[in-house]
């Protein structure tokens, strides 16, 4: 069994240890014996159709978002096929902006997105920063709470048809206000959960895993239990961190 | 190392403990009245708002490695904001600058009284950037920089490819480095009142830049070549960076890491020395350590997961740590997570044979409180006495 995964601008977008995030997916698929293809998606580089089982795409600084969007915005129709058919994508805080319909930054110019969810982001005056817990349900026996951290200028509005990805129990989520976190297509999910968000939520890694490898399969297959005893104290350590000191809707 | 040059010359006043806040600049004024001059390392956040207060006669800028992202922000943005600082300065100050970092070396475009340091040793460059190598795009085009030389993170001799925007020609710079496993390092400090050979008691690269940081500075305030020599040849190690602390027949290593660049040159700077088996390793998650612990993940902790027989992990966000080693691929079973500092400090101990040396790497709360631990066994003085 084999897991072909696809990071979008790893050279540009990795500024909250995004491959923390690939580590956490490529062993624990190495000690289940399914194999973990890792492929660099760069400038110029196509998606060629049906190739990948998952895509991913992480967070820069101002500037390297801005060198990568036009490129990103341009994948838009190749964008869609690998989503409708059937990749699964995890999408973290540029990279979640990115790939809504555009980010508007503080001096009123536009990004342009990749229009995958539905939300657009407008650059706000205080950064929201800190420790999140979020409650998720992504189906009826793949639900919990997700520990995170977050630090975003961009406020991101939810168009009327979209999902959250999760509902916010402590910290800003996608505008301080909503009480939503992140959006949901599918198996697509994009979150403002930056760096260590698997490590520290190993069932969302392993949901993740068991979509990729459904469009193989036509079914999310089981996967083996492993061992999580660090993995849920420090989910539970940074749960308590969110309750503490993260920031608070309104 | 800038104040061990000029204070045989000069009655100085200087935050010499680190307090490099507002507070702590006005409270290291306010201690020494009568000083000729005052020497001041800042936080970069809070450089902006100290420099206005005590206009500056010389600034240096070392560099610009992310630190921090939930604190400070954006690299950009900081770099902006000292931008409009150095507009502000007297026309007569002068600007010391590090001409191998991209975003470092831009602030002096356009400006007077600019000098300029680097490396010039393409021997101890490395084969490729790091991971988390911050600028290197263009500030003008955004075209990936070429690097003639690499030398640590994002800092080196470089060039864009598409439109010219290099390095800035070097002022005074270091050649022919030798590194000296964990005891120090050796170069040649070139000037233009000639060449010298300058032996530190520090190891590992990013004191060579140090070094030649605080040799320009003393050099603008007008220390001579033999003063900038001896001074630096006399330097030892400050509080908690490269520290060795003996406790009976064995001996503490003490290296601070708070940021990846900082943390990738302690780990190379310690696998080169010789690979350790055992170490401690403690995370705290406090302001000043960063609230965000994932910068963890950007750290090439990989080198040392793979030469470690025993990690000991500690700290307030001990797990995190651990998480970081089991998927660098450290077996959970070579991994001890002990979050009591002091408790982790004996057991580090406990597992290190008489005679050997025990590395510790702390990010910065978590050094403090490791000083205070052995302060109180008076195993060291505590450091507000070692500062006076």
Known sequence: ?250 | MAAEILGRRLRLVHNRAGANLVSGVASALLGRRNADLGLFEVDEAAFPEIARRIRPRAVCLANLFRDQLDRYGELELIAERWRATLAALDPAAYTVLNADDPLVANLGRGRERVVHFGLDDPGAARERLPHAADSKYCVDCGTPYAYEAAYMGHLGDFRCPACGNARPSLDIAARSISLLDLEGSRFELTTPDGSRTVELALPGLYNVYNALAAATLARVLGATLDEIVAGLGRFRAAFGRFERIQVGDRTVLMLLVKNPAGANEAVRTLVDGGPPSLAILALNDEIADGRDVSWIWDVDFEPLAECLDELVVTGSRADELALRFKYAGLDETRMEIVPDLGRALDRGLELTPPGGELPLLPTYTAMLALHRIAADRGLVRPYWESAA
């Open chain 1, 1 to 250: 069994m084999k897991v072909v995964v696809g990071h979008l601008y790893p050279d540009y977008l990795n500024i909250y240890a995004d491959r923390g995030n690939m580590a956490v997916l490529a062993r624990r698929a190495a000690w289940r014996n399914i194999e973990f293809d890792y492929r660099v998606v760069g400038f110029g580089d196509s998606l060629r159709p049906g190739e990948h089982d998952l895509l991913y795409i992480g967070g820069g600084q101002d500037r390297e978002q801005a060198l990568v969007a036009p490129d990103l915005a341009g994948r838009r129709a190749e964008l869609e096929e690998a989503i409708e058919g059937g990749a699964a994508a995890l999408a973290v805080c540029g990279g979640y902006q990115l790939l809504g319909q555009f980010y508007r930054d503080r001096s009123g110019a536009e990004l342009p997105g990749a229009g995958i969810f539905d939300h657009y982001t407008v650059a706000g005056e205080r950064r929201m920063i800190g420790d999140v817990l979020l409650e998720c349900e992504l189906a009826p026996d793949a639900r919990g709470t997700i520990a995170g951290f977050e630090n975003h200028a961009g406020r991101t509005t939810l168009g009327s048809n979209a999902v959250p990805f999760g509902r916010v129990v402590a910290g800003f989520g996608n505008d301080g206000e909503s009480g939503f976190e992140g959006c949901r297509r599918g198996r697509a999910l994009g979150t403002y959960l930056h760096g260590p968000l698997l490590p520290r939520n190993p069932w969302l890694a392993d949901w993740l895993l068991s979509q990729s490898m459904a469009r193989r399969l036509g079914e999310p297959p089981p996967l083996a239990p492993l061992r999580d005893e660090i993995e849920s104290r420090a989910h539970e350590v940074a749960s308590g961190r969110a309750f503490s000191r993260g920031g608070r809707a309104n």
